[in-house]
């Protein structure tokens, strides 16, 4: 038997997506969920939920409860920007931190779609709709992913 390669098809047809987002900066946070459902529902998601929360660090335990309600995959999306204070390497470390654990506990794909940026405009340059929009991209590599992880599941 020689040897296989599995990918993840952008079609999430039957899937029920969840998003996470942070609204701290609000702007930018609707940007990265529309790119995100935008993406979903072209894929062909059966169901889109999408939880808001004030900031990030909470995002990590909203990714929990939105696999608890029966999502194949969720995308966790935010705004961390750079201040004055160390603040910022505290939420945005603890928050990837525990988006990833949450994957690994649980095997459903959990996308980083948080931006940590050094300053608002990097942040909302890539909250824009359209190419480079990392609600988007991070929508993407959680269908791909959830997609991989089934045809894995189900290869002999």
Known sequence: MGPRELTGDLDAAGMHIGIAAATFHQEISDGLVSGARSLAEEAGAES????????????????????????????????????????????????????MRVALDTGVPVAFGILTADDREAAVVRSRPGAGNKGAEAADAAIRTARALQSLRSAP
């Open 48 to 99: 889109i939920t999408v939880v808001s929360v004030p900031g990030s660090f909470e995002l990590p335990l909203v990714a929990a409860g939105l696999i608890g309600a029966g999502c194949d995959a969720v995308i966790a999306v935010g705004a961390v920007i750079r201040g004055d204070t160390d603040h910022y390497e505290h939420v945005a470390h603890r928050a990837s931190e525990g988006l």
